[in-house]
């Protein structure tokens, strides 16, 4: 299925590198999240993402740093990350917001390593 | 209390075997639930949303027990196939309509010939 697509779908860097994970969904949908999805812990949801508006900013740290250009892409920019931030990294697109609670298409995720 | 909570197993079944999964939730407000699957290093799909009347697709069937709140999942003739994490999913609900979804860290089935 290519409904969500994600690239990179493995990445390794250091604490200082700089990086980017992009998603695109290709559902015609209008609402764009982040999870993050850590061994034995159940999905986090990081940002939310209704009409290219960041309209949820979960408690996240300012190392990650969201982009939605426009209704089909999510970047997710990485900067001075954690070995605790070690994850699966999941997109996921739903059709109609407001009201969240629309079936979610999630992507392949990206499974990042940070040394 | 966990938002969500779900015994995370593994149930070892047999082919042909029936399993069944519990969820329970917290938040009395709650109106919406799913079950998703994800199977081992690939991402969560949509398995069956709940409905308060209980519904049924092939050998799946979900209920939901508001008095209790608790959702649960029935597998009927389990297949190898079947192999995989079980995500329960309630919506928390929000003012302004922006509720969220919230999951369970996942119930892993496995089935063995």
């Known amino acids: 299925e290519t409904g969500v697509t994600q690239t990179p779908r493995h990445l390794v860097m250091g604490m200082t590198n700089k990086k980017s994970l992009k998603c695109e969904q290709h559902l015609g949908h209008n609402a764009m999240y982040w999870y993050k999805q850590s061994a034995k812990k159940p999905l986090e949801l990081m940002f939310v993402y209704s009409l290219e508006e960041r309209v949820e900013n979960n408690s996240v740290p300012s190392r990650f740093s969201p982009e939605c250009p426009n209704s089909s892409h999510l970047f997710l920019h990485l900067h001075t990350l954690q070995p605790e931030d070690s994850a699966l990294y999941l997109c996921?697109?739903?059709?109609?917001?407001?009201?969240?609670?629309?079936?979610?298409?999630f992507g392949p995720g990206t499974r990042l390593t940070v040394l | 209390r966990k938002e969500v909570e779900q015994d995370p197993g593994p149930f070892n079944v047999p082919e042909g075997a029936t399993v069944a999964f519990n969820c329970t939730y917290s938040?009395?407000?709650?109106?919406?639930f799913f079950w998703y699957r994800q199977d081992c290093r690939k991402e969560p799909k949509l398995l069956m949303s709940?409905?308060?009347s209980g519904n049924e697709d092939g050998r799946f069937t979900a209920q939901l027990n508001r008095a209790s709140q608790y959702i649960s999942l029935l597998i009927r003739d389990s297949k190898l196939s079947d192999s995989a994490t079980y995500l329960c999913v309630v919506n928390r609900p929000h003012r302004d309509n922006t509720d969220k979804l919230i999951f369970g860290t996942g119930t892993r089935l496995q089935v063995f010939p």
């Open positions: 996921a697109s739903s059709q109609t917001p407001p009201g969240w609670t629309d079936t979610q298409y």
């Open positions: 938040n009395s407000a709650s109106q919406s």
């Open positions: 709940v409905y308060s």
